[in-house]
């Protein structure tokens, strides 16, 4: 009986052993995930430059990208490096917009993260730069908002705050939170 039980305690311990060994081999696997067709762009392009005009054909925007993906199934567009230029409908200086990343919705809402600049392109406007971590753009009505700290540079001056609105059809600009302004007269 001493044998009988040294013999089923060795089988018992090799196949232990395999089936532990099966087991460890099993988790250095990589997990092979499914992937969503909804889950990839419906394509891609790089260094992307559009123009869209009004139905009266006048340019109410041009974009420039690095690269672009756009997914048709919640009809999104996410951008990497965007530059946007936005033309007001009175046709006065347009505005340029530039950010590290950012994503068009389908309601023609622009969202513009990380190192968010505008720049006027009037060279006499009051406020010549706009600089935040994030902003939002209605491309519908021209309207930028941001509840994110906001600094605004002008000739003379330079203005720290937060909750910015800007109305580019009228350049009517709000902060609803001064912080501070530093006024440095430069040499004409």
Do not use: C
Request: net charge negative; charged share 20%; hydrophobic share 35%.
């Amino acid at each position: 009986m001493s044998r009988l039980h040294i013999v089923s305690t060795i089988v018992f311990l090799m196949a232990l052993s395999v089936y532990g060994y099966i087991q460890w081999q099993k988790s250095n696997e990589t997990a092979v995930s499914v992937i969503d067709s909804e889950d990839l762009p419906d394509f891609i392009a790089k260094s992307l430059n559009t123009n869209k005009y009004d139905s009266e054909g006048n340019l109410t925007h041009t974009i420039y990208a690095e690269q672009m993906a756009h997914y048709s199934a919640n009809n999104e567009t996410f951008f990497q490096q965007p530059q946007y230029t936005i033309y007001p409908k009175d046709g006065s200086a347009a505005w340029n917009l530039s950010a590290n990343s950012g994503n068009l919705t389908k309601d023609n809402i622009l969202l513009l993260r990380d190192r968010v600049r505008l720049i006027s392109q009037d060279k006499h406007s009051f406020i010549s730069e706009i600089h935040a971590k994030a902003i939002t753009v209605n491309l519908n009505d021209n309207i930028i908002t941001s509840e994110q700290t906001i600094l605004l540079k002008g000739q003379d001056f330079t203005m720290y705050g937060s909750g910015l609105h800007v109305d580019i059809n009228t350049t009517k600009m709000t902060l609803s939170e001064h912080v501070q302004t530093i006024f440095k007269k430069h040499a004409s």
